[in-house]
């Protein structure tokens, strides 16, 4: 079984400032990692992903995240925020390997940008 | 290309209305999946098809709902008899390699 935790349902930066989301998991399996994001009224857009390659991971729109198996994390990163950043964003896990398909998310971070 | 897309939009129903909401995915990608999104929630797997095979559907809340991908392509979930509870967005994606690829989502309000 797979459960994702993301500490902190609002988090508000400045413009400028580092953006750092928090994201937990717990997977009885090697899991794949992914962050979506989500603006209102829209779908989820494909931030980056982990799939066992480089452990830090280059998404679009300047964020990054980096897979800790030691500390069962996938934290969010970006050095700058805008203010095209205020969003929702989600971090979900699915098992790796053949078979693997259904995500399961965390309850979200809905992240402000303070001008 | 397209997207994924989702119809209705916005639905709203009364108590006891059956509702039918349509996806269709990108074109060619064979997995498809359904998942329901509650008010200030992440989204919650309902339903996995490969095809038109329903692999999954241990994530349905009810006997209510009903998913079906009789062609392989467009889905449609269906929900009989509809309670407040059920007042959600649902959400589509189809999935390429390990990326699932998200349409904007059906918001349904049960009054």
């Given at each position: 079984a797979q459960s994702v935790t993301q500490l902190g349902s609002h988090v508000s930066v400045s413009e400028g400032a580092l953006v750092l989301l928090r994201c937990n998991y717990s997977s009885s399996v090697p899991p794949y990692l992914f962050w979506y994001v989500q603006y209102p009224n829209q779908g989820l857009q494909l931030l980056l992903k982990y799939?066992?390659?480089?452990?830090l991971v280059k998404g679009i729109n300047g964020f990054e995240a980096e897979f800790k198996k030691s500390e069962t994390s996938f934290h969010l990163t970006k050095p700058s925020a805008h203010m095209s950043d205020a969003a929702e964003y989600f971090c979900a896990v699915t098992p790796s390997g053949a078979g693997s398909y259904q995500l399961t998310f965390g309850k979200g971070t809905k992240l402000s940008v303070i001008p | 290309g397209a997207g994924v897309s989702q119809s209705p939009r916005y639905k709203v129903a009364k108590r006891g209305q059956d509702v039918a909401l349509r996806c269709d995915p990108i074109s060619g990608h064979v997995s498809l999946f359904w998942y329901q999104q509650a008010l200030g929630q992440g989204p919650e797997f309902l339903t996995y098809f490969q095809n038109e095979a329903q692999?999954?559907?241990?994530?349905?809340?009810?006997?209510?709902f009903f998913a079906e991908r009789p062609e392989g392509s467009v889905s449609t979930l269906k929900i009989q008899?509809?309670?407040?509870?059920?007042?959600a967005v649902y959400l589509c994606a189809s999935r390429r390699a390990y990326e699932q690829y998200f349409g904007p989502g059906t918001r349904l309000t049960v009054t």
């Open positions: 799939t066992s390659a480089a452990t | 692999l999954d559907k241990s994530g349905l809340p009810s006997d209510r008899r509809t309670q407040q509870e059920d007042s």
